[in-house]
């Protein structure tokens, strides 16, 4: 069979359904010929559009949420890298030619990602069938058994609708109270003793603003020394957010009349065998003596707080890693390390959000941290903070949630 030229760019513009390609910031890329008249909107009103700028939720019927699960979806997929099927969508539409007035419209949704030279996702399909006359027609006949179920499946859609609309309702309420958790007990604190200190949170996408990570910079007794730690608690949501609230609490407890950080991670590992939801919780802590310029560290089966000294080596101190707070039934004395530093050197500890992603070996996520702060070694806590989420976080946000803590020593 001779080879045929495919022109590709005429498929996707007579393909029957509608079709737009979105780039990473969701921005309209292309639309077929079905899309544009599905939308009722022309080329020129679409591409180089933000999709939410063309289409907002119905600022009448704010409840019908179809922007803010479309914008879930588009974040899931930019995160994950896999496609996302959508379930059916009311999602009004404004006339054109009608401006103010809103059309009551169902649409099923699919976004499949594309990706790049560089094996991150370049562009969105996001395809789509709009099932609003289908679901009517049918819901109107109703004659034969098709047609109610039909019908049925029209009503389910709206009875859907409504329970969704309860439950962000609920999930506002929810969101109030781990606002004030989060003020409460991640606090955005610059300083320790006479040292700069750059913290930052981010929570997953889709969660709650406060979640199971958590840090913690304390004045330790005795010398010209401090705690930094951080931790994390497996979870989202209030639940976790409490867990946390307790070890966190225990751990800078410990840690202020303890001789060392094994010692306080021995004291908050048999609490944590009594805190429901504490399974699997990981935490590591760092004293840090500025008399001896030294940094004595445990771990807990979490990932290894990273040492960038002046001159750019880095160094993990990953020498005393045991497994998480609750996993021995019976107390073990906990390993203990200490490292040498020079003023001017930086200190980061982090919770696993940054550095793994699916199908990728935590080496990988490692070595990218280890880049990205070798190269702005000379900012300062807060720019390289605010640099090293930047470089390492997907463009989305990640899907799980992320704690991070620049010490300049």
Known sequence: MPETSIDYAAVYRALPGMVALLTPDLVFADVNEAFVRGSGRSREDLVGRFLFDVFPD????????????LRASLLRVLSTGERDTMAVQRYDVESPERPGEWEERYWSPVNTPV?????KVALIVHRIEEATELLRARSRTGEDRGGVLEAELYQRARELQELNNRLRQAHAREREVALALQEAMLSARRQVGHHRAAV???????ALNVCGDWYDLIDLVGGHRIGVSVGDVVGHGLAAAGVM???RSALSAASR???GPAQALNVVGRYAHVVEGAESATAVTTFIDFDRRT???SSAGHPPPVLLHHDGRVEFLDQATDPPLDARPEPTPRPEASTT???????VLYTDGLIERRREDIDTGLLRLAESLRRHRTEDPENLADIVLLELLPPGGATDDTALVVVRL
């Open 58 to 69: 119905n600022p009448k019927e704010p409840e019908s949420g179809g922007a803010h699960h």
């Open 295 to 297: 940094i004595t560290y």
């Open 200 to 206: 930052r949170y981010r929570p997953a996408v889709g």
């Open 115 to 119: 990706f790049g030279p560089d094996g």
């Open 245 to 247: 609230g307790q070890l």
């Open 257 to 259: 009349v303890a001789d």
């Open 341 to 347: 530093f020079t003023p001017g050197a930086t200190l």
